[in-house]
Each structure stands twice: as C-alpha cells, then as structure tokens.
C-alpha cells in the first residue's frame, strides 16, 4: 500500500489528476480508515451508555461521510484524522445508492462525482455532474406520465429480493459484528425516491391531486 505524499513536482490542481490516480487515492483511504475502524476496541457499552445519557466517556463518532474531492484533495492527512478517530458506527451499503445495483451505467462512485458526467440510476433517473459543482443533480426523471404507472413498476422498478442485491453487505457486516461494532445501512427514503421518480414539483402536487397513484408508488417502495 503506497504512501501519498505532495511535492512540488506533483500536479498542485488535484482536480485535474487522472481518473486512475483518483480511484487509487479513493481506495487507499477506504482500505485504512476500515483497517483502523476494525482495530480498534469494542464500543457497544460506549453508544448504550450515550444513547441512554448515562455517563459516556466521550460522545460516539459517525465521521466518515466525506465525499471523493476531500478524500483525493486531502489524502493522508484525512486519512491520519480518521485512524485517530475512527467511526463508532460501521455504515454499510452494498452498493452506490447513486448508481444502483443493476444498471447500464458502469460508472464509479468517484467517476460520477469527480468529472463531468452522466448516468442513469437502476431506478431511471437521470443525474448529470460538473466539475466544480456541488454534488450531482437530477435532470431527468422516469415517471413522469402517470399514465406509464403500470408500465413503469413492471420494467424499470427495481426488485428488492433479486439475488445477489445484498450480498456485498456481508462480508463487511460480519467484519464489524466481529469487532463488537453497531452496524446500520442507508438506502434512502421512500420520500427521497418519490421525488427522484416523479420530479420533485410534480411529487409536491401529486400528494394533493394524485392520491391514488402516489399510494401504488409509495406502496410499491415500501414493499
């Protein structure tokens, strides 16, 4: 495992560093702030004892909710932040929620939010990026005739039970169980996806005009 270092020599603009060099960064910082997560000592009694307001030595840490340009832009020094506290919480997603877990976009999570780009989710919404911005925005949606309901929740919707969904989640699940860490996953809300799905002007209105089909679709989510 390589060590990063900044010289004079090295692009000072690490937004222009190559997609490679960037995937590298990502994937270094992910592989020690998990090592050092692991490492460190059991903290069930830690959390119960904050969440219950009974005297916790320190308040529990969930840091790790950087986004790539920090990880790349900051490499070791982030890094050195995180092993010396490392998260107290183990998150676990089997896949980017960004992206999804079968879809025509091959794009990396560091991809999508380092460069100027394009893709669409497994649930059919369109997300666009640009250098310098912030995050990645929608610009388009997939329902956005609720004339194509059926249509939609039987081509494109996607299926919770397909097997494989959830099977990179294991592996790292028993990882933090094992080293006596609370573990808890992120998929979004089913208000997030409403809005993701139907555009979020026509989701507001629809609560109020669509009743019936926003019952189906929000049914559908929940299911």
């Keep these: 495992m390589g060590i990063i270092t900044t010289s004079p020599a090295e692009n000072a603009d690490w937004r222009k560093y190559p997609l490679a060099e960037m995937e590298r960064r990502t994937a270094r910082f992910e592989e020690a702030v998990w090592a050092a997560q692991i490492a460190a000592p059991p903290n069930h009694a830690l959390l119960k004892q904050a969440v219950k307001r009974q005297g916790a030595a320190r308040p529990p840490v969930w840091l790790r909710r950087v986004t790539p340009d920090l990880v790349i832009r900051y490499g070791d020094a982030l890094i050195d932040l995180y092993k010396e506290f490392p998260d107290d919480l183990g998150r676990v997603s089997p896949y980017d929620l960004m992206v999804g877990f079968k879809t025509e976009s091959k794009i990396t999570p560091t991809e999508a939010m ?110």
């Design 114 to 223: 380092m460069l100027d780009s394009e893709w669409i989710s497994e649930w059919g919404v369109g997300w666009k990026h640009i250098v310098g911005g912030v995050g990645a925005t929608e610009i388009s949606n997939p329902l956005t005739d609720w004339a194509k309901l059926d249509e939609y929740l039987a081509t494109t919707f996607p299926d919770a039970d397909e097997p494989g969904r959830l099977s990179a989640a294991a592996a790292p699940t028993a990882a933090l169980h094992g080293a006596g860490k609370y573990v808890f996953g992120l998929f979004g809300s089913a208000f997030f996806h409403v809005f993701s799905i139907r555009g979020f002007e026509n989701a507001l209105m629809d609560f109020h005009l669509e009743e019936a089909n926003m019952r189906r679709l929000i049914d559908a989510l929940q299911d």
